[in-house]
């Protein structure tokens, strides 16, 4: 059975830090891509960082790149993405997803749109930040 849990979301003041981890189970995880995507309500799921296991390269939208970083820890099949100098406008239900090998993703215009789909998706987990 395959599984991802999205957890570490919160409640967090502008300027603040938080991390969120995926754990997965049920597929070899170093053969898979896992990428972040968040969702406001109201407009479309947005794709905004991604490990890829082709390369092992990571990439980032506009909107984050710089304050986002993306790890795996391969030992507990678990990726994090650790978000710094967060903003209001990071408020979102954020998610983890998984594909085969690479992230699947075209970039235009400062943001990355899917190419292919991600086959396993997880529940995802509320930020808050707050001005």
């Known amino acids: 059975d395959v599984q991802l849990q999205a957890s570490g979301g919160g409640l967090v003041q502008a300027g603040g830090s938080l991390r969120l981890s995926c754990a997965t189970s049920?597929?070899?995880?170093?053969?898979?891509?896992i990428a972040w995507y968040r969702q406001v309500p109201g407009k479309e799921r947005e794709g905004i960082s991604c490990?890829?296991?082709?390369?092992?390269?990571?990439i980032h939208a506009d909107s984050v790149k710089g304050r986002f970083t993306i790890s795996n820890d391969n030992s507990k099949n678990t990726a994090h993405l650790q978000m710094t100098s967060l903003k209001p406008e990071d408020t979102a239900v954020y998610y983890c997803?998984?594909?085969?090998?690479?992230?699947?993703?075209?970039?235009?215009?400062?943001?990355?749109?899917?190419?292919?789909?991600?086959?396993?998706w997880g529940q995802g987990t509320q930020v808050t930040v707050s001005s």
């Open positions: 997803a998984a594909r085969p090998h690479g992230c699947g993703w075209v970039y235009y215009g400062g943001r990355f749109y899917d190419v292919d789909s991600y086959e396993f």
């Open positions: 490990r890829s296991n082709d390369d092992g390269n990571t």
């Open positions: 049920g597929f070899t995880f170093g053969d898979y891509a």
